[in-house]
């Protein structure tokens, strides 16, 4: 069974500082997608960033990238120029490929604290 | 694009009684969709998932004729809470995709059973 692990329950960052979220998972296909989730007080779950894990390439969208290295199975989170909007719970998710249905498989996910 | 609504954001209910959420996709039709709990502070635990015109899939230790799925239609999936009791107070949100692997999320539902 597929799982995903990460292991900061917290963290906390300065306002305009850099912070990497871990996650690490446990599957045996070749093929999959990874996210990260941002869940802020409102408990809206917000996706962040998408990783194919066929391309090498690590994903980037603005602030947020990820470091992606496969054959540790390791997804982490890097968030640049923090700012206060970026304090939320932060999950890692694997898509489960069940039939025609992906269930999402989420991590315990860490909460994010963003200092001014 | 791909907004998941739900209703009601927030219900509050006498112990015994039933309590329905709706979950709806308003600019796509959803082939699946899922229904989750949530615990402050916890992660999203996945309770169902459900297939228009299908009977839902329930995970491991969620019972089923407590918590109903509907799906009727692409659109529409509902969640009632048969005979509601304190512990079922949680937090529930939907999800909704098309044949694929990314799930777009409603905002939840803040569920308080008296």
């Known amino acids: 069974a597929q799982t995903v692990t990460q292991s900061q329950p917290e963290m906390s960052v300065q306002e305009a500082e850099t912070v990497t979220l871990s996650c690490t998972y446990d599957?045996?296909?070749?093929?999959?997608?990874l996210f990260w989730y941002k869940q802020p007080p409102s408990r809206q779950m917000i996706l962040v960033i998408r990783q194919e894990a066929y391309k090498q390439q690590n994903a980037t969208e603005n602030r947020f990238s990820v470091n992606f290295q496969k054959a540790a199975k390791s997804f982490s989170l890097k968030i640049s120029d923090s700012q206060l909007g970026d304090a939320a719970m932060y999950f890692c998710a694997y898509p489960n490929s069940g039939g025609s249905n992906y269930k999402l498989t989420f991590g315990k996910g860490t909460l994010l604290t963003v200092n001014p | 694009g791909a907004v998941v609504s739900q209703h009601p954001s927030w219900v509050i209910c006498k112990s015994g009684t039933s309590v329905k959420i709706e979950c709806r996709s308003l600019d796509f039709q959803a082939t699946t969709m899922f229904w989750y709990r949530q615990f402050p502070k916890q992660s999203l635990m996945l309770m169902a998932t459900?297939?228009?015109?299908?009977?839902?899939?329930?995970e491991q230790g969620v019972e089923k004729d407590k918590f109903l799925i509907n799906h009727a239609s692409l659109t529409l999936s509902t969640l009632t809470v048969t005979s509601a009791h304190p512990e079922d107070s949680s937090f529930y949100i939907c999800s909704a995709s098309v044949a694929g692997y990314e799930q777009f999320f409603g905002p939840g539902t803040r569920l308080t059973v008296l």
């Open positions: 599957t045996s296909e070749s093929d999959y997608y």
């Open positions: 459900s297939n228009e015109g299908s009977k839902a899939t329930y």
